[in-house]
């Protein structure tokens, strides 16, 4: 009989040798499984992929927050702005060549970073067919809880803001409109505010976690660093969440009009 | 001396369904390790007629990695030690303890909280291992090693292979296993003719038993008994990193 417990040579399991009774089992180990060989196939570089196109998302929106900054400066000043990114480059390049560039590379990064995500997820509920009756948290943060459907909400708040504000198309003043028109419209909308102040929050805790696993996923982390790597991401999370809600709460509480 | 409620997860093989089965003992002592207690409800079950519970355990002393139970939803239990290094003292008179196998892809239930850990072997079989010439020990000097990297090598090496990473982690990854072999041998100057080939095969290996893909919670660090830090994991990724850009290929 071949007596096969995984990893104890005796293969005792219960016990009962008390009484000269062993209860044993006999079992086939599973079958080696074979790897697959594609680079995209590996869950690190799957990793890699979502870390770099978090990286490349990251930098955009610190741009795009100080950008929006530019409503305080006023109507004109945040129009000329938006203005601005259509004509960067020009005589030179065509019309909206920088804008474009941006657009595409933006596209590129969130459906790499949505197709690692889904890929990764997927794998993960293969790895726990059977859930546990009981389970308790021992460590893990809210953020890296929260971290995939939050990810999920974050994705339906870009199709809503770029209806919104770039193209109008669910903006209570249409496209028809200023950029400075359709921002004030939206936040002086309390519902739409509170979407988009929500949205903001679960943005600050995506990114808390993402840098963190960022760094730790590009092999950066270690005990030493841990500290400052995880001081980064407060800060920066912190500085696009504020940031980017300083303009509609000001609109909501008047000091934007 | 100690009552307590115990609701374990009891399932005939790999084909049938389990569930949960309510058993209550009685005459605890705290001095117990919570294997010896088992122990004790096992002997009532024989005496009554009934099937004892099964478990792994082998060395008792907290370094073969045999036993591993998920108590109350925190692997190993409440302490971060292995289950027999657990001891009653760490519970309450009256308590109701909730006792489940490992729960991953990669560890199918054999019978009741047994499960099967030869994905591991498998894992480590991939590339768990240096080209080292046979023969007399070589002088120990003749090598040497930075004190820093032997004492990452060997924190790393302390890894027993029990698989409470993979348990209580929420992906059901086994990255903190595979990262604390493959920083084992990547660390040392004997490891490196494979290191390249090493992370991808055995990376490979862990994606293709039904195991998770890492996402940097760490439950992994927080209930290993050997208290196998997160930094290995960054280990890994960069070595893995490394390698790909080195275009090292994985020899078969």
Known sequence: MSCVTVRSPGCHVGTGLTFGLVATVTTQPAQRRAPKTGRFDSSVVKKTVMAVSGIIMILYLLAH???NLKAFSGAEAFNSYSGWIRTIGEPALPAQTALWIIRIVLLAAVVLHFWAAISLWRQARRARPVPYVTKKRVQQ???????RWGGLILALFIIWHILDLTLGAVNPVGYDSTPYDRLIASFSNIPITLFYVVS??????????GIFAATQTLGQT???????VNGLAYVV?????VGFLLVPLSVVFGLID | MMSLTLRIWRQRDRTKKGK???YHVTDVSPDMSFLEMLDVLNE??????DDPVAFDHDCREGICGSCGLMINGIAHGPEQATVCQLHMRSFSDGDVLDIEPWRAGGFPVVKDLAVDRSAFDRIISAGGFISAPTGTAPEAHSTPVPKKNSDAAFDAATCIGCGACVAACPNGSAMLFTAAKVSHLGLMPQGQPERDARVLKMVAQQDAEDFGGCSNIGECSAVCPKGISMETISRLNH???????AGAVPMS
């Open chain 1, 65 to 67: 927050m100080v950008g």
């Open chain 1, 141 to 147: 943060s809210f953020a890296s809880r929260t971290v």
């Open chain 1, 200 to 209: 903001m929050v679960l943005l600050g805790l995506h990114l808390r976690h």
């Open chain 2, 44 to 49: 009532k079950l024989i005496l009554d007629g």
């Open chain 1, 237 to 241: 999370a912190g500085v696009i969440t």
């Open chain 2, 239 to 245: 070595d893995l990193l490394g390698a790909l850009r």
């Open chain 1, 222 to 228: 270690n005990k030493r660093r841990e500290r400052a």
């Open chain 2, 20 to 22: 949960m089965v309510t």
